[in-house]
């Protein structure tokens, strides 16, 4: 069974780097596409971007900019760094296997606060 779980800071300062972690197990990070998802508060789903099997990354247009999509493969873990955040980027951040997304974690609370 493929299970996928977010970890990181639930509570992020504006202007510093948002730092997600996705651990997936029942497949291996090697195969497939790994996306980032997000949503805000009272918003609908924003695709963040994704790594593939082939360690290749495609990012949002919208949020190019400031988004890393790396991976462990060592760990079968993929990681998210969105820099510079402010209030806005507060949301639920969800990682997901394929594309179309099949497998997801259950999401995981970032505030952006001071």
């Known amino acids: 069974q493929v299970q996928l779980q977010e970890s990181g800071p639930g509570l992020v300062k504006p202007s510093q780097t948002l730092s997600l972690t996705c651990t997936v197990s029942?497949?291996?990070?090697?195969?497939?596409?790994w996306s980032w998802i997000r949503q805000p508060p009272g918003k609908g789903l924003e695709w963040i971007g994704y790594?593939?099997?082939?360690?290749?990354?495609y990012y949002s247009p919208s949020l190019k900019s400031r988004t890393s999509i790396s991976r462990d493969t060592s760990k079968n873990q993929f990681t998210l760094q969105l820099s510079s955040v402010t209030p806005e980027d507060t949301a639920v951040y969800y990682c997901?296997?394929?594309?179309?997304?099949?497998?997801w974690g259950q999401g995981t609370q970032v505030t952006v606060s001071s």
């Open positions: 997901a296997r394929g594309l179309p997304n099949d497998y």
């Open positions: 790594i593939s099997y082939e360690d290749r990354t």
């Open positions: 029942g497949d291996s990070i090697t195969t497939n596409y």
